[in-house]
């Protein structure tokens, strides 16, 4: 017979002294169900206990909770993880692995998340400098000087007002336009 396969019979499983955890499931399968839980609940010790790939692992708390679950068809998969105590299955290798795996992903997302905002950010940050920028040269451009009381005031206007502004600075006769233009749309003034 093949190393990987192993010949058990089920009436005789009680008498081995096999302490396997494959052999535990299969024993789980045909145990009362008075014991049922207790001896899911060793398996889960156990397999907590033992070095595993975290499939196995995975594949195994499925498989103890797939044999619950067919042994007491009337409870659902969360109580019988309720049964199994939450706390067992914290403890274990697996629950470990895919908790760390879960804040390692977590992590990489809340940096992509926190770059994209960043990044938009910024972009809305160049968009209003940018708008700044066009509004104080179309002025010099139209009044050859724009005073710093005046720059100070366009800085601190919000992205809409400075659309209103460049639309404005067109019907601006003088500087004096201007200022009361800012007088009377300054932010700032109450």
Same mark, same amino acid.
């Given at each position: 017979? $093949?190393? !990987?396969?192993?010949?058990v ?5 009680r ?5 396997? *955890? ?14 049922t839980?207790d001896? /899911?609940r060793? *398996?889960?010790?156990?397999? !907590?206990?033992?070095?595993?790939? /975290? ?10 909770v797939?044999?619950?679950? @067919?042994?007491?068809? @009337?409870? $659902?998969?969360?109580?019988? #993880? ?5 706390d ?14 879960? !804040?390692?992903?977590?992590?990489l ?5 926190? #770059?994209?905002?960043?990044?938009? &950010? ?13 509004? *104080? %040269?179309?002025? &010099?451009r %139209?009044?050859k !000087? ?5 720059k100070?005031k366009?800085?601190h206007?919000?992205?809409? &007002? ?6 404005? $600075? ?5 500087v004096?336009? *201007?200022?009361a ?10």
């Amino acid at each position: 017979m $093949s190393q !990987r396969i192993r010949c058990v019979y089920l009436d005789t499983l009680r008498d081995r002294s096999d302490n396997s *955890l494959e052999v535990g499931i299969v024993e789980l399968m045909i145990a009362d169900d008075s014991v049922t839980l207790d001896m /899911a609940r060793d *398996l889960m010790r156990k397999l !907590r206990n033992q070095e595993r790939e /975290a499939t196995v692992s995975k594949k195994a708390v499925a498989l103890i909770v797939g044999v619950l679950l @067919n042994k007491f068809n @009337n409870v $659902s998969r969360k109580e019988i #993880e309720t049964m199994l105590t939450f706390d067992e299955i914290k403890q274990s290798r697996l629950f470990q692995e895919l908790a760390a795996d879960y !804040r390692r992903e977590a992590r990489l997302e809340g940096k992509k998340i926190g #770059e994209k905002i960043g990044e938009k &950010k910024g972009k809305l940050e160049g968009k209003l400098e940018g708008k700044q920028e066009s509004v *104080l %040269r179309v002025l &010099k451009r %139209r009044f050859k !000087r724009v005073s710093a009381e005046s720059k100070a005031k366009i800085s601190h206007l919000p992205e809409s &007002k400075l659309d209103d502004l460049l639309e404005a $600075s067109f019907d601006f006769k003088s500087v004096a336009d *201007l200022t009361a233009w800012l007088k009377v749309h300054d932010e700032n003034r109450f």
